[in-house]
């Protein structure tokens, strides 16, 4: 073995041994598989430390978990945000790291987990119900997928991106234009959308993009 062999693999020893007692000092802190971090390495371990001495402080577990991330570590910043949420409670920027860490991951299960708990913290958030229609779409559920889009369509009628995926959903189902009808009698019914000018334009023009029939609708009655 050469002198330079033997200094790398004490090196990696020293390392091991400092994950195994921060994992000991904490056991709610994941311990970190080896990563290259480059030259930010020795920021990932300070915060990494800081973080094993005060495992619920909000503050540096997101900073940990944001440097982790644009470092490109995403199974570690999925790994870190599920500890803390288990032991700490819910954290909204927590999870919306570890939502865009497992859809690029492609783990859509976790990533269909994450925005589930998104929209239940903030439903009238039209990107938390985007991103789990997106969630669904990716794991063939064009049905649930077309739903979401529809509550994100009503949330921001004039967000184009939002027709789009809604578009996107409802060419996938079998019957898009049954569909688009029923969401139309299920605006009708709700007078704070239907009477919104914004939100008929924009059904009409799912209609056009998908070359659906005109639909009379009744408008709701007035008090």
């Not at 094993?52 to 910043?77: E, G, H, R, S, V």
């Amino acid at each position: 073995m050469t002198a330079s062999s033997m200094m790398r693999g004490r090196g990696l020893w020293a390392l091991g041994l400092t994950s195994g007692l921060l994992a000991a000092g904490c056991d709610k802190t994941p311990e970190e598989p080896a990563f290259d971090y480059g030259v930010k390495a020795p920021m990932v371990r300070r915060l990494r430390e800081e973080l094993a001495q005060a495992p619920c402080d909000k503050a540096k577990a997101l900073a940990y978990a944001q440097l982790i991330f644009t470092l490109k570590n995403l199974a570690q910043t999925s790994r870190v945000s599920d500890a803390f949420i288990a032991q700490c409670g819910e954290h909204v920027a927590l999870r919306q790291l570890s939502y865009t860490a497992h859809s690029q991951l492609e783990e859509h299960e976790l990533a269909l987990r994450d925005a589930t708990a998104l929209v239940n913290a903030q439903p009238k958030n039209a990107n938390y119900r985007v991103w789990r229609g997106m969630s669904h779409s990716a794991r063939g559920e064009n049905g649930p997928a077309a739903e979401d889009f529809q509550e994100a369509f009503l949330l921001q009628p004039a967000a184009a991106q939002v027709r789009k995926q809604l578009v996107m959903a409802y060419l996938k189902l079998e019957k898009p234009c049954v569909t688009l009808s029923a969401f139309r009698r299920a605006v009708a019914a709700r007078p704070e959308a239907a009477q919104s000018a914004e939100v008929q334009d924009g059904i009409k023009g799912l209609g056009d993009e998908l070359s659906c029939p005109p639909e009379a609708v009744a408008a709701p009655a007035k008090p």
